[in-house]
């Protein structure tokens, strides 16, 4: 096996992204248990990642302003899914569906940068934005057909839209 071959990880089976979401369903029912909070966990594989959604639950409160609380939250399912593997997870938490308005929203914000990009031939930056949201924008521009990439240092990264 050559060097590069080795540095280069093999993609996670559907076994092992099931188990993952197993591990992180049972710590986010315990959560929600200790919480005193009603709601069904679903799981699923989608793509190259785990995951787990919350649905039927009332209020915002495990979303928080701009899905502050649901970062945090899906930061301590991967450390409890790593805790138990021994491997980094890329699981996906949602909670009452906000990640997925959250995508929608996104997209228009990518388009619209698109168009902008298309109209002035300018690059057009992005404000900061998590990594979840970034991944979003840039699944949006490069569906269009533009580049993109992102820039600066975490808490304050941003995606800058580039021409073709």
């Known amino acids: 096996m050559t060097e590069a071959e080795e540095t280069v990880k093999a993609a996670p089976s559907v076994a092992s992204l099931e188990a993952e979401g197993e591990i992180a369903a049972d710590y986010v029912e315990g959560l929600l248990d200790i919480a005193d909070l009603d709601g069904d966990i679903d799981m699923d594989v989608e793509g190259d990642r ?3 959604s919350v649905v039927g639950l009332k209020g915002g409160d495990l979303v928080g302003p701009g899905g ?3 970062e945090a939250l899906q930061e301590l399912t991967r450390l409890a899914v790593h805790r ?3 491997e980094r997870s890329r699981l996906m ?4 569906g906000y990640r997925e308005r959250r ?3 996104l997209t ?3 388009m619209a ?3 902008d990009v298309k109209a002035s031939g300018e690059p057009k930056p992005l404000k900061a934005m998590t990594p979840f949201e970034r991944k979003v924008i840039h699944d949006a521009v490069a569906a269009a057909g533009l580049r993109s990439e992102s820039e600066g240092e975490e808490p304050r990264r941003f995606v800058v839209v580039l021409p073709a």
């Open 84 to 86: 138990q593997t021994g």
């Open 113 to 115: 940068a698109v168009d």
């Open 108 to 110: 228009k914000i990518g």
């Open 93 to 96: 938490l949602d909670v009452a």
């Open 103 to 105: 995508r929608a929203e």
């Open 68 to 70: 502050e609380v649901l």
């Open 50 to 52: 785990a995951l787990v």
